[in-house]
C-alpha cells in the first residue's frame, strides 16, 4: 500500500520561507508525478505545483517565481521551497502521487494527510 508523508509545515511571518517535504512509502517501482496542492477555507483544492518524473514542472501563476519544487526520485520524496509567503498562502497543503508503479500495477491519485501552512504577523 501506497502511503505519502507530509512535513515541514507551520506558521511563519509574511515574507518568510518554509520547505514541505513529502516521502512516498510502500513497494513502488517508479511515480510518474508528484506534486502540491493546497485548499484554504471555503475554498476549492488547487494546484500548487507539480514535478514528472522526467523533471517536467507545472506552477499555479500564484505561485510562480516564488516556489519551487523539487523531486529525489530514488527516495520517491518531493519537495516544495516556498519563499516570499503571503497571507494568501495560508492553507492546508496537500502531497499527491499519481500513475505509481507497484507490484499491483499502476495506482492513481494517493494523497497525503495534508499540513497546514499559515502566513501571519
Known amino acids: 500500500q501506497v502511503q505519502l508523508v507530509e512535513s515541514g509545515g507551520g506558521l511563519v511571518q509574511p515574507g518568510g520561507s518554509l520547505r514541505l517535504s513529502c516521502a512516498a512509502s510502500g513497494t513502488i517501482f517508479s511515480i510518474y508525478v508528484m506534486g502540491w496542492y493546497r485548499q484554504a477555507p471555503g475554498k476549492q483544492r488547487e494546484l500548487v505545483a507539480a514535478?514528472?518524473?522526467?523533471?517536467?514542472?507545472n506552477y499555479a501563476d500564484s505561485v510562480k517565481g516564488r516556489f519551487t519544487i523539487s523531486r529525489d526520485i530514488a527516495k520517491n520524496k518531493v519537495n516544495l521551497q516556498m519563499n516570499s509567503l503571503k497571507p494568501e498562502d495560508t492553507a492546508v497543503y496537500y502531497c499527491?502521487?499519481?500513475?505509481?508503479?507497484?507490484?499491483?500495477?499502476?495506482?492513481?491519485?494517493?494523497w497525503g494527510q495534508g499540513t497546514q501552512v499559515t502566513v501571519s504577523s
Open positions: 514535478i514528472t518524473n522526467g523533471g517536467s514542472t
Open positions: 499527491k502521487a499519481d500513475k505509481v508503479l507497484t507490484p499491483l500495477g499502476y495506482g492513481h491519485d494517493y
